[in-house]
């Protein structure tokens, strides 16, 4: 069985899944079942001054019977007492000394309100910090969160305070409610920053009642935007951790966070860079015990392939990231359609009739009718693959030798004048 | 005719065999199963349907919570589409073609959808049809059945004038009096007849042309008529006992199953049901449900032969029902008091030869007769052409088989004025394939009023695209 231990920035990890700082890890008793369930590390529920929340918090989109395909909330940081908060993660860390115990924070923006909750989470022996920097609701609002990781410079400047403060490892979590991942993913390191998480939620609206015509989620007749995050937000937070991942500047460790529900999902973040990942809303939705699989599938995955760690995957995929202008104009695929397989619900051909290029026309065989693809006017665009309920009905055919290979970059180096590709 | 309750057991156990074997769907179920449809493109649901239900479109309307344009994609080409829902042989039709059954072995519950959406209408009391500016014109229909209560929907749609005239003391036909309770109640029929009612049809009903109104003033009150006057009495057995007491016709053994007045349906102890149809079927299931203790399905040919679908057969099989296959009926024998049927003579068959379509013959035994002891009979054998009714009308055609003529597209008769649908035309076939005969002749009517011609949806198979030679 493949090795699942990680060190993510110095902080040793039993194996990669770590929740995320959210209620699932509001307080000492969750954080242990949590721990009992196999979770290798956790970020406790973000540490601050008392706040006040409202009711209701959360709000989800949902595709017919699959619920919560994304999830938004209102929720604010913590709203218990730091000293009970802190009692409970010494305990904790006490309890459980292998696993890893990060503790998220966010406090007003002073240089002291920093040092001295960092100085007192060093005290009980936690493993680590998270600054929060992403909280895109309510703490936004009052100066923190989201708008320190909205302005680089906020970013590095507050980094740098926590860093004067504590001998732990700082992770910085970014917001993704930037035009640019890469700045602020810079300022953190510039600022000292020991590892980053992203992505923190993103700016939603959930949707509206229309009944009362009441946004979701209804505060006494009145909604404000929230964070999402859920499954939906996988490709956008996949994005993200690649580009910083990709960055030369950003040479620390990344933990991924969005969309993570599956072993499946953790490897994809772990191929695109990140050493450890954070779960929050599949938690929510089915509880601690999905890290079983998440642990079983993941071991599996590296037997099969032949890694012996885990370690060994991490950024794989990283290289094969590149910008749009390096493609490879020459290289050619067509669909082609198993009529064996295909049971004629005809998706790709109406697909390909009014979403892409017109190239699937019904042509018959055996007497029964067929879409069957032109290959002379596929361009290989995928969709008809992508809409087919049949798996392995149709496959994308390589038809090009690979043998000259020309990127957008190229041609037009070579051609100044061509914009776009013949 | 014996009205006492025969039962061996108690109605509360009547009322529980008699619930519906396909209950709706569930909110959750209708959410889960309409996501589960695949949204084919030129779906072989919908080619299946003899309405031509866009099935998809209907389902993907479900899927997005709007049930009342559900509905109305159903009704618009299925005005007795609540009945359809649940009376269909959807295993032969939209449910036997849909795809799913090559992707995952388990069609999607087309009938159950369709129920799931148009019981939400009914219940919400949203009417989804509307009727037609009045164009000044009078039609008369005849029978209030599937194929009446079609052609007078699309009728009034076109701003017709429709008068339905029915000579029992319900309206709908076989939907009201003719379908296995287990399958659906007259509550569901008598909403579709009063949807239909709603666009401003005038439904006569005890009136029975011929007794309550001529034929002659039928014919000068409108300016057309249409037929869906069904079939006839069951078939007679022609053998000696007929006559007797306990001998009963299978739809009128059912057409008082529909009262649901257990106490006063006659039943027996074993009851021998000739014929292996639908309404065979249809008797030996209920004859089970009231309480005989053994049911015995009489056929002079076996199982390959039986008209009945095999989903039918199946349920029978579930009844625990006995099958007495290549057995002939020769007489009904009459118990010491020479006035009840106390024994059913029936001979051996073998199959002799088998003619140019595969179809085997059977020929009696001779010397293999005996005698089963039954104290019910009932006679499902089809039922025969309304010939000599139909023949009254000047210039209608029959063909050899008693059939009304009729132009296929327009179903109008030899006479010009009368057109004609449903059993009557057909034979003896499904309530949807009569659904549709009222659309095509409704279409026919209006043009041969207005000289327009109308397409209804459903009106013909969706349009089929060409297929193409590929240059490769």
């Known amino acids: ?422 | 005719m014996s009205t006492t309750h025969d039962s061996p057991i108690n109605l509360a156990q009547i009322e529980r065999n008699f619930r519906e074997i396909a209950p709706p769907l569930t909110e959750a179920e209708a959410i889960m199963e309409s996501h589960r449809c695949v949204y084919c493109y030129d779906a072989p649901c919908t080619r299946a349907c003899p309405t031509h239900i866009d099935v998809p479109a209907f389902i993907k309307k479900i899927a997005s919570g709007n049930l009342t344009g559900s509905a109305r994609v159903i009704f618009e080409a299925n005005p007795i589409g609540a009945s359809c829902a649940r009376v269909c042989p959807v295993d032969v039709l939209c449910e036997g073609a849909c795809v799913e059954k090559t992707l995952m072995a388990k069609p999607i519950e087309i009938g159950r959808l369709q129920r799931y959406a148009t019981d939400a209408v009914f219940t919400r009391g949203r009417d989804v049809l509307k009727a037609g500016a009045p164009n000044g014109k009078s039609i008369g229909i005849v029978g209030s059945g599937p194929a009446g209560l079609s052609c007078a929907t699309y009728l009034a749609r076109l701003g017709y004038a429709v008068r339905i005239y029915e000579r029992k003391p319900l309206a709908g036909g076989m939907d009201t009096y003719g379908m296995a309770e287990y399958k659906m109640t007259q509550r569901v029929s008598q909403e579709e007849v009063a949807q239909v009612a709603r666009l401003g049809v005038e439904i006569k009903t005890n009136t029975e042309i011929g007794r309550d109104i001529q034929l002659d003033e039928l014919e000068s009150q409108h300016d057309a008529v249409f037929l869906g006057v069904g079939l006839g009495a069951t078939s007679r057995l022609n053998i000696p006992g007929e006559q007797l007491e306990g001998v009963y016709d299978a739809l009128d053994f059912i057409e008082r199953i529909k009262t649901r007045d257990w106490a006063s349906i006659p039943i027996g102890r074993t009851v021998a049901v000739i014929g292996a149809g639908n309404t065979a079927i249809d008797a030996v299931t209920q004859a089970r449900r009231l309480g005989a203790k053994r049911v015995l399905m009489i056929y002079r040919r076996t199982d390959r032969e039986m008209p009945a679908y095999e989903y039918e057969y199946e349920l029978a099989k579930r009844d625990a029902v006995e099958f007495w296959w290549q057995t002939a009926p020769v007489e009904i024998v009459a118990g010491a008091d020479g006035t009840r049927a106390a024994a059913l003579r029936c001979v051996r068959t073998e199959a002799v030869e088998t003619d140019d379509a595969g179809r085997r013959s059977f020929r009696t035994i001779a010397g293999s007769e005996f005698e089963i002891p039954v104290d019910m009979v009932i006679k499902a054998l089809g039922q025969q052409k309304m010939v000599d009714w139909l023949l009254q009308i000047a210039k209608l055609k029959l063909d050899a088989a008693g059939r009304v003529a009729v132009n296929p597209e327009t179903m109008q008769t030899a006479n010009p004025k009368f057109f004609a649908g449903g059993d009557c035309v057909n034979g003896g076939r499904e309530a949807v394939d009569a659904a549709q005969a009222g659309k095509l002749a409704a279409q026919g009517i209006h043009l041969h009023l207005s000289g327009e011609r109308v397409e209804f949806a459903g009106a013909r198979v969706p349009l089929h695209e060409e297929t193409s030679e590929i240059k490769h």
């Open chain 1, 1 to 422: 069985m493949a090795d699942l231990k990680v060190n993510f920035a110095g902080i040793e990890s039993p194996n990669p899944f770590w929740l995320a700082s959210a209620p699932p890890t509001n307080m000492g008793s969750m954080v242990e079942r949590a721990f009992d369930a196999g979770w290798g590390g956790a970020v406790w529920k973000t540490l601050g001054e008392p706040i006040r929340n409202v009711c209701s918090r959360l709000a989800s989109i949902d595709q017919g019977p699959q619920r919560m395909l994304g999830l938004n909330n209102i929720e604010l940081i913590t709203d218990r007492s730091l000293e009970v908060n802190l009692k409970e993660i010494r305990e904790c860390k006490r309890k459980y000394p292998k696993h890893a115990l990060i503790i998220s924070l966010m406090v007003e923006s002073k240089r002291e309100a920093w040092h001295e909750i960092a100085k007192q989470v060093e005290d009980t022996g936690a493993d680590g910090v998270e600054l929060n920097f992403g909280c895109p609701h309510g703490m936004s609002e009052r100066g923190m969160g989201a708008a320190m990781g909205q302005v680089p410079e906020y970013t590095c400047m507050v980094t740098e305070w926590v860093k004067e403060a504590t001998r732990l490892p700082v992770i910085v979590k970014l917001t993704p409610n930037v035009t640019n991942i890469t700045p602020p993913g810079r300022a953190a390191v510039r600022g000292g920053a020991d590892a980053v998480s992203l992505i923190n939620t993103i700016n939603s609206v959930m949707g509206v009642d229309l009944d009362t015509l009441v946004p979701y989620p209804n505060v006494n007749g009145m909604a404000a935007h929230g964070g999402y995050c859920g499954p939906a937000v996988k490709p956008i937070a996949l994005n993200m951790v690649s580009e910083l991942a990709r960055d030369a500047e950003v040479n620390v460790p990344i933990s991924g966070i969005g969309g993570i529900g599956t072993w499946r999902d953790a490897a994809e973040f772990l191929l695109l860079g990140a050493t450890t990942v954070q779960v929050c809303t599949a938690v929510m939705h089915y509880g601690y015990r999905i890290v079983e699989d998440m642990i079983d599938g993941l071991s599996n995955y590296l037997d099969d392939k032949g890694f012996h760690s885990v370690n060994d995957i991490i950024g794989l995929s990283v290289p094969r990231v590149t910008d749009w202008g390096n493609l490879d104009l020459n290289y050619k695929t067509v669909a082609r359609i198993d009529h064996q397989k295909c049971i004629q619900c005809n998706l790709c051909h109406i697909a390909c009739e009014d979403g892409a290029h017109q190239c699937i026309p019904f042509t018959e065989i055996d007497g029964k009718r067929f879409p069957i693809v032109d290959e002379h006017e596929c361009v290989g665009c995928n969709l008809c693959y992508l809409v087919c309920p049949v798996p392995g009905c149709i496959s994308m055919v390589r038809l090009d030798d690979g043998s000259r290979p020309l990127t957008w970059r190229e041609l037009t180096t070579r051609e100044p004048e061509t914009m776009t590709a013949d």
